[in-house]
């Protein structure tokens, strides 16, 4: 199974970004999915989830009512849609996907294949 991210890009504050993660070599409904993030110098962290059914999800504090995670299994593609964007949220974003039940916000290590990551930045 293969990710590939893509969306990312320069944006002002306030502003909206949707990334996209296509998934090839296996079918998107049988894989829980993850974003994550990683600023420069700080830690990875864990944006939000969705399971493979749509009823887990789970989101950072720090995102909630401004993120969503979606999920076209049609397409094999997954989105993050990001809105009302802040200098903080400006990282590498990391999709991430494992062929389990669920999902996990905050567990790396639960997740078997990632993508390459793509570059937000956030600024005036």
């Known amino acids: 199974v293969q990710l590939q991210a893509s969306g990312g890009g320069l944006v002002q504050p306030g502003g909206s970004l949707r990334l996209s993660c296509a998934v090839s070599?296996?079918?998107?409904?049988?894989?829980?999915i993850g974003w994550f993030r990683q600023a420069p110098g700080k830690e990875r962290e864990g944006v939000g989830c969705?399971?493979?059914?749509?009823?887990?999800?789970w989101y950072v504090d720090s995102v909630k009512d401004r993120f969503t995670i979606s999920r076209d299994n049609a397409k094999h593609t997954l989105y993050l849609q990001m809105n009302s964007l802040k200098p903080e949220d400006s990282a590498v974003y990391y999709c991430?996907?494992?062929?389990?039940?669920?999902?996990?916000?905050?567990?790396?290590?639960?997740?078997?294949?990632w993508g390459q990551g793509t570059l937000v930045t956030v600024s005036s």
């Open positions: 969705i399971s493979r059914d749509r009823v887990r999800g």
């Open positions: 991430a996907a494992a062929r389990k039940p669920g999902c996990s916000g905050v567990d790396a290590s639960w997740y078997e294949y």
């Open positions: 070599g296996g079918t998107l409904d049988a894989y829980g």
